[in-house]
């Protein structure tokens, strides 16, 4: 393992620490259990410059909207399915495929990683008792887009606006 000693943590790396602090503070604020989606949506939309983290933030959103919309009929479907925990093992793989046809019908390949994710994420929740499958679901969505727009104005608005190419996180 090589040590890289010169390195200096550079103003993309700030701006997601603050990025992550607020979408922690908003999620507290809220009383919201879970302040991982939104931290994880911040940490990844976070790009060198505001354009960037604008397209980044558009494509995590339109993932988590495919992503939660397959995961979501496949926990509806659940509950008809006898022995789902089961049969989920063989419905799994056809839901990333339906997420990845979605994306790719409308021309948003770089939607797919995040659409697979967040299906995953909704059907590892089954057997959980909340109350409402549909709920859990616009939540992981606003989760998201809570960090989509914290991660866009963060930054567009800290330490003089759009970050100068070459930054590193």
Do not use: H
């Amino acid at each position: 393992m090589i040590i890289n000693k010169g390195y200096r943590i550079g103003l993309r790396a700030i701006k997601t620490a603050i990025a992550v602090f607020f979408c922690a503070l908003i999620s507290t604020l809220f009383k919201r259990e879970d302040i991982f989606c939104a931290s994880i949506a911040t940490v990844i939309c976070m790009e060198q410059t505001y354009k960037q983290t604008i397209e980044t933030g558009m494509n995590r959103f339109i993932g988590t909207i495919i992503g939660g919309a397959v995961g979501y009929v496949a926990l509806e479907l659940s509950e008809y399915i006898p022995y789902y925990e089961w049969v989920r093992i063989f419905v799994l793989p056809f839901c990333i495929l339906s997420v990845i046809y979605i994306c790719n019908m409308i021309n948003r390949k770089s939607s797919v990683s995040i659409g697979c994710v967040v299906v995953l994420v909704i059907l590892a929740r089954l057997g959980d008792p909340m109350s409402s499958t549909f709920i859990y679901v616009v939540f992981r969505v606003m989760d998201t887009l809570v960090g989509v727009f914290v991660a866009t104005v963060i930054n567009r608005f800290t330490f003089g606006g759009p970050m100068k190419e070459g930054s590193e996180k």
